[in-house]
């Protein structure tokens, strides 16, 4: 007597992609050095920003920017945005840190 087995096989599978988004060295006007511009989509997965919140502050000119092929932010006047924001209200949580160690 023949016996039939019928077997399911279910397989998952996670794929991690990395990117290296775009960075350039460039004089600030806004912080007066030299600085490290990003694009927002690379400052929003680096620090979990919403990239919509970053382009609010560029357009409302708290943060300094450049028009590349791209729209370059600079990352040093969101960390000194940050440090403005927290020292004003402490309680207040602001979210600018990596999503994953690097
Ligand atoms: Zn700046």
Not at 7 to 32: G, H, M, N, P
Request: charged share 30%; hydrophobic share 35%.
């Amino acid at each position: 007597m023949k016996k039939k087995v019928r077997f399911v096989v279910e397989t998952t599978e996670s794929i991690s992609i990395r990117r290296q988004w775009r960075k350039v060295l460039a004089d600030c006007t806004y912080c007066d050095a030299l600085t490290t511009f990003e694009t927002p989509e690379g400052i929003s997965s680096r620090t979990g920003l919403a990239e919509r919140e970053i382009f609010r502050l560029l357009e409302s000119d708290a943060v300094s920017f450049m028009e590349v092929d791209r729209v370059l932010v600079c990352s040093a006047c969101l960390e000194n945005l940050k440090k403005e924001l927290f020292h004003r209200s402490p309680k207040r949580t602001i979210i600018l840190q990596p999503l994953e160690p690097e």
